[in-house]
């Protein structure tokens, strides 16, 4: 009979090589082919959103009209690191406001750049001591005289556009806003499609 296993000169048994595993099945390979694309776009996703862009939904009416309740807003972060603001830049902030109305976000518009001296007179708002001219306002400012102050350097003073009485917690009640509590710029509406624009 012949022997199952070879001998080797020295009469000891060479034992053949041990059968080789089965590899991964077919839609094993392939589930964990996803998984892996998965959690790279998981990553992608939260790193962009840290780091680049992020969506917001406006909340009540302080800046109509030119946003309203429920539009979704591109935010621009990476302008924080690579950019600067401007003037009319709307921007989403951290709110700077203590006590119970106190909100986590709100979304305003800067008016007064570091070094800016501002004041409201008859419903007028006057930069530098000129009248600055609001194209996106549909109303004077309702809410009383204000000022003058003049705005401390790496802060910015922000309005919400509406300008009806009470109608918009801003940097008349909560003064100028540190640059760091400002989270990014609202570079356009998303949603709903109808509304679609660049800010």
């Known amino acids: 009979m012949r022997q199952q296993a070879e001998q080797t000169a020295s009469g000891r048994r060479r034992n053949s090589s041990p059968a080789p595993k089965p590899g991964m099945s077919g ?9 892996k694309a998965l959690i ?3 990553i992608i996703v939260l790193l962009l959103r840290a780091f680049v862009f992020q969506l917001s939904t406006v909340k009540k009416i302080s800046m109509e009209p030119t946003l309203h309740e429920n539009e979704w807003l591109f935010i621009n972060k990476i302008v924080m690191e690579f ?14 406001s203590k006590g119970p109305d106190r909100k986590e976000y709100l979304v305003k518009r800067i008016v ?3 070094g800016d001296k501002l004041e409201i ?15 996106y306002t549909d109303v004077k400012i309702e809410d009383g005289d204000f000022g003058p102050t003049t705005v401390s350097p790496g802060h910015y003073f922000v309005l919400g556009d509406n300008r009806h009485q009470s109608a918009s917690k801003d940097s008349r009640a909560f003064k100028e806003v ?19 624009t660049k800010l």
Do not use: F, H, Q, T
């Open 27 to 35: 839609w094993r390979k392939e589930l964990w082919d996803w998984s």
């Open 40 to 42: 790279v776009a998981v």
């Open 83 to 96: 950019g600067s603001l401007e003037r009319g830049d709307v921007v989403i902030l951290k709110d700077p």
């Open 112 to 114: 007064g750049m570091p």
């Open 121 to 135: 007179r008859k419903g007028e708002l006057y930069i530098n001591g000129e009248l600055k001219v609001e194209s």
């Open 178 to 196: 540190p640059e760091d509590r400002i989270k990014g710029r609202a570079d356009m509406i998303i949603w709903p499609i109808s509304r679609w």
